[in-house]
């Protein structure tokens, strides 16, 4: 089966760093993605792994490791326009671009 | 670059009712994929388009059905609208099937 997991809900503190978990088990991988979404928003993307190891852009860093079917968002230096929803969905490479969601994980910012 | 659009922003209908969404995509993309976001849910895929042929489908019934246009322009098509059909329609487009999805504002779908 397919399968993709995140902690729902996340609190952390404006000026910290906060990591995000994803677990995923799926056939045919091809790529992990996170999106933010703020509530009633569109998804907006954030990062690609395909390749084992860390992508930096900026505040926001995301890591996999395909062996062990894990990936992470760290979001450095949190603001208080960092709460949305985080969202982990993997690429389906059996099915053209399908994407796989995980239901998201809530982030709220505190002062 | 005008980005994703898509129309209506909200729709309201009731139970057995056919609805049409329409998705613009981004410039230069020629691949939409369509996905149904209940609330507090990840987005679940529905169908995906490539240059006018389905290119995958999810497991949705078939009266969920789409169409892609010349231009590249899509619908999604739902027929005999049921309650728990009410959710935000996603609609992505990428340069190609395999590419990184932008998403479009979504349609508010809501059925009494």
């Known amino acids: 089966g397919q399968n993709i997991d995140q902690p729902t809900e996340m609190t952390a503190t404006e000026g910290a760093i906060v990591q995000i978990n994803c677990t995923y088990q799926?056939?045919?991988?091809?790529?992990l993605f996170w999106y933010q979404q703020h509530a009633g928003e569109a998804p907006t993307f954030l990062s690609y792994?395909?390749?084992?190891g860390l992508e930096e852009k900026g505040r926001f860093s995301s890591f996999l490791s395909r062996s062990k079917g894990y990936s992470y968002l760290l979001l450095k230096e949190l603001q208080m326009k960092d709460s949305a929803s985080y969202l982990c969905?993997?690429?389906?490479?059996?099915?053209?671009?399908?994407?796989?969601f995980g239901q998201g994980t809530e982030l709220s910012v505190k002062p | 670059e005008t980005g994703v659009t898509q129309s209506p922003t909200h729709l309201i209908k009731t139970r057995g009712q056919q609805v049409t969404l329409r998705c613009s995509s981004q410039s230069g993309h020629n691949t939409v994929s369509w996905y149904q976001q209940a609330l507090g849910q990840g987005p679940q895929f529905i169908f995906q388009?490539?240059?006018?042929?389905?290119?995958g489908r999810g497991n949705f019934p078939p009266r969920f059905s789409g169409l892609q246009f010349p231009n590249y322009s899509s619908e999604l098509n739902v027929n005999a609208l049921e309650l728990d059909d009410s959710a935000l329609y996603l609609c992505?487009?990428?340069?190609?099937?395999?590419?990184?999805?932008?998403f479009g504002p979504g349609t508010r779908l809501t059925v009494l």
């Open positions: 969905a993997v690429r389906d490479g059996n099915q053209g671009g399908k994407l796989i």
């Open positions: 992505a487009s990428s340069v190609a099937a395999g590419d990184t999805q932008y």
């Open positions: 388009y490539y240059r006018e042929e389905e290119n």
């Open positions: 799926t056939s045919g991988f091809n790529g």
């Open positions: 792994n395909v390749l084992d």
